[in-house]
């Protein structure tokens, strides 16, 4: 079982920058897929960003591609997700998210959630 932990949520104004780390308690299979999900009050699961392990590939959703942007630090087994210029629409819990193969948007497909971290973003 991997486990997966989200740090650096927190509140900050809109237009500033956050950045999100999801730390995996073992090195992950070059197969695994690591994504991003958020989830708003009153509103489904929606799909922010994933990258597959190795090799490095990368997929946003529209709603955020060119103002976030997803990494990993293998040395660290750390995927990160660095947001700049956050608007209120951002605001929601975010979780990190494991799923074997490739990448799905769907998030019936994936398993081992992290317990998620409370981004808010004040106008």
């Known amino acids: 079982q991997l486990q997966l932990v989200e740090s650096g949520g927190g509140l900050v104004q809109t237009g500033a920058s956050l950045t999100l780390s999801c730390v995996a308690s073992?090195?992950?299979?070059?197969?695994?897929?690591l994504g991003w999900f958020r989830q708003a009050p009153g509103k489904e699961r929606q799909f922010v960003a994933a990258?597959?392990?190795?090799?490095?590939?990368?997929d946003y959703a529209d709603s955020v591609k060119g103002r976030f942007t997803v990494s990993k630090d293998s040395a660290k087994n750390t995927m990160t997700l660095q947001m700049i210029a956050l608007q209120p629409e951002d605001t929601a819990v975010y979780y990190c998210?494991?799923?074997?193969?490739?990448?799905?948007?769907?998030?019936?497909?994936?398993?081992?959630w992290g317990p998620g971290t409370q981004v808010t973003v004040s106008s």
């Open positions: 998210a494991r799923k074997v193969g490739g990448f799905s948007r769907n998030s019936r497909d994936w398993n081992n």
């Open positions: 073992a090195r992950p299979y070059s197969s695994t897929t």
């Open positions: 990258l597959k392990w190795g090799p490095v590939m990368m």
